[in-house]
C-alpha cells in the first residue's frame, strides 16, 4: 500500500510568488491534516480535512494560504503572495475516519525555501 | 493551553549504551500520546503510541515509552542504541482520535562509535 506522498518534496520560490503544494493521502483516508515546521521549532498544525470539508483551519497563519481538497481526494495548499515567513517544511498527513482513535500517516514533507 | 515539552535539543550517546528521551505534557484530560522518528531525508514515521491501558508501550525498532500520569510524562526509552538510531524523535500528544497532533520541539539524537 502507497503511503501519503506530497509534491514537490523541495521548493525554492523568491518572496511574492505564489506556489501550490500537494498531498495525495492513502486510499480511504478521509481525514487529511497539513502540518508546518519552521526552522528551528516544532511542527505545527494548519488543518484538517474530512472528505472535502475543512473541519478545524485554526492554524492557518493568515488568508495568504489556501487549503483545498476538491473530490475529497488529494489536497492542494497554496500559498499567495510567500514571505520569507513561509520558509519550512510541510508535512500533510491522513488518517482514517471510521474505528475509534487512529494513527496519522505523515508524508515526507515539502521543503519551502522563500529567498 | 495544551502543550508538550521535549526539555533536550540535542543528545549524544555511544553506540551500545541506554536511551532516555523525555516528553511532558500539559493537556485538560489525559490525550492520546506518540513517539515519531524522523530520519534525514526521510518523513515522520510513528514509533509507538498510548491511547489506554498498559502504560509500558511497546513499539518498534526496539523502542518503548511509559505513561506516567502523576508526572503527565512519557519517556521513550532503549536499552541499547545503534548507529542507525540517529535521528530527530518528536513527542507528541492529541485530544481525541481524530484531532490535530501537538508535537514538541523535538530532540536530536546524535549516536558515536
Known amino acids: 500500500e502507497a503511503g501519503v506522498t506530497q509534491f514537490p518534496s523541495h521548493s525554492v520560490i523568491e518572496k511574492g510568488q505564489t506556489v501550490t503544494l500537494r498531498c495525495d493521502p492513502i486510499s480511504g483516508h478521509d481525514n487529511l491534516y497539513w502540518y508546518r515546521r519552521v526552522m528551528g521549532k516544532e511542527i505545527k498544525f494548519l488543518l484538517h480535512f474530512v472528505k472535502e470539508s475543512k473541519q478545524d483551519e485554526s492554524g492557518m497563519p493568515n488568508n495568504r494560504f489556501l487549503a483545498e481538497r476538491t473530490g475529497g481526494t488529494y489536497s492542494t495548499l497554496k500559498v499567495q503572495p510567500a514571505e520569507l515567513e513561509d520558509s519550512g517544511v510541510y508535512f500533510c498527513?491522513?488518517?482514517?475516519?471510521?474505528?475509534?482513535?487512529?494513527?496519522?500517516?505523515f508524508g515526507p514533507g515539502t521543503r519551502l525555501t522563500v529567498l | 493551553a495544551q502543550s508538550v515539552t521535549q526539555p533536550d535539543i540535542h543528545i549524544t550517546v555511544s553506540e551500545g549504551a541506554s536511551l532516555e528521551l523525555r516528553c511532558n505534557y500539559s493537556?485538560?484530560?489525559?490525550?492520546?500520546l506518540f513517539w515519531y522518528v524522523q530520519s534525514p531525508g526521510q518523513g515522520l514515521q510513528l514509533l509507538l503510541k498510548y491511547f489506554s491501558g498498559d502504560t509500558l508501550v511497546q513499539g518498534i525498532k526496539g523502542f518503548e515509552a511509559e505513561f506516567k500520569r502523576s508526572q503527565s510524562s512519557f519517556n521513550l526509552r532503549k536499552p541499547s542504541v545503534h548507529w542507525s538510531d540517529a535521528a530527530e524523535y518528536f513527542c507528541a500528544a492529541a485530544s481525541g482520535g481524530y484531532q490535530k497532533v501537538t508535537f514538541g520541539t523535538g530532540t536530536k539524537l546524535q549516536v558515536i562509535p
Open positions: 498527513a491522513s488518517s482514517q475516519l471510521a474505528g475509534g482513535p487512529n494513527e496519522q500517516f
Open positions: 493537556y485538560g484530560a489525559t490525550p492520546y
